[in-house]
């Protein structure tokens, strides 16, 4: 089954063509980073307009570099939610209009679970795909070599998304855990901007870690200095599988104010009115690294990564434990952390228990997650109405634990 899915809840605007929800035949991205970059963030307005520039040449070029033409599509898709409603509007108007028109089955997809069927895409190596033949919609979606395997723990970060699910099954999933303010990439995103590191703020915080662990490598030093050169506090909320990024996000504020300015301390420790013991303890350290010349920003954006990367390793090993999985799951933008990635096969190699994740490119928004996401549903035989909306506040369809 060829799917053809559109993926415009944000930022990018992507069409991609699948096959059997694993094999890809074409994916096309628009982005739009360059342009939000000047504003440090998404501006919604701007991000809907440009999706309506971008849908109708998004899905032609998917269409070319799968070398297919509407005839030889069985079915289109497109995310609903969640997201920004005017972006999400112009994809999923896109796909109704085409699937109206060619008389084809459609399907609105969540677009938080099409992260987590990015892990069902198999990169260009499995190209050449079989023939093009027109398969019925049949009840036949028994998983194949290379599938993950359930049940399995999936970490869901993106930038305005941290969840720990246990997903028992196709479409089966219970929430062990959420952020309790900001998402994962929410704060790589905020930190990025403190940092002047730009947007978005994820690829720009791990580039800067990195640079600052190699520089320390080729002085034959430990990168583990870069990583705990601040110490910045972990929100373990222990007993839950709960998450939370804000604390972590004022103490870089402090931190990095402290470190531009000549004397940090009694100025920041006036500003936060005598909060006083923690403030002042971040803010010495920033004092410090004033004094040795200027912020170390590698060393902050290291620091910081670490931070981030311990919780969500370690929740995310206790998770596995307890429900005793024997896979492990990685979705969303901030699963292309490199650190993470390392960090939780470190956690869960010694436990047997297998973790995988998307190619980076499958990782931050594309269309061809939406694609492998709608053929397991349209595989049991759903579809959506045209009277669908978008749902800018979806979350995934939580069962019980
Ligand atoms: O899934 P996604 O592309 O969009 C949403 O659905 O939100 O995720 C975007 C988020 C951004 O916050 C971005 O900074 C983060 O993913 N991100 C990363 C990395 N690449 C993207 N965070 C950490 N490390 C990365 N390498
Ligand atoms: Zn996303």
Known sequence: MRVLGIESSCDETGAAIVQDGRYLLSNVVASQVEIHNRYGGVVPEVASRQQLASILPVIETALEQAHCSLDEIDAIAATYGPGLAGSLLVGLTAGKALALARNLPFLGVNHLEAHIY??????????????????????????????????????????AHSELVLVRGHGDYALLGHTRDDAAGEAFDKVARILGLGYPGGPAIQQAAQDAETELQQQQK?????????????????????????????????????ASTPQPLSRTAEKAGGVGKQVSQYTRMGAQAAQRGSPNV????????????????????????????????????????????????????????????????????????????????????????????????????????
């Open 298 to 401: 590698g060393f902050l954006a290291a620091s910081f990564q670490e931070a981030v990367v311990d919780v969500l390793a370690v929740k995310t090993r206790l998770a596995a434990q307890e429900y005793h999985v024997k896979q492990v799951v990685l979705a969303g933008g901030v699963a292309a952390n490199l650190s993470l990635r390392l960090r939780l096969e470190q956690e869960l190699l010694p436990l047997r228990i297998r973790l995988s994740y998307p190619p980076i490119e499958f990782c931050t928004d594309n269309a061809a997650m939406i694609a492998s996401a709608a053929f397991f549903h349209l595989r049991q035989g759903e579809s959506s109405g045209f009277d669908l909306d978008v749902h800018p506040g979806l979350s995934l369809p939580f069962g019980k634990k």
């Open 118 to 159: 990015a892990n069902w895409l198999r990169k260009g190596a499995t190209l050449p795909v079989p023939a093009p033949e027109k398969t019925a919609v049949t009840t036949n979606w028994a998983p194949i070599d290379g599938d993950p395997t359930f049940p399995l723990i999936c970490l869901v970060i993106s930038g």
């Open 222 to 258: 430990s990168v583990a200095f870069a990583r705990s050169a601040y110490r910045l506090p972990r929100a373990w909320l222990r007993g839950t599988y709960d998450f939370s990024f804000s604390g972590l996000k004022t103490a870089m504020l402090h931190l990095a104010e402290g």
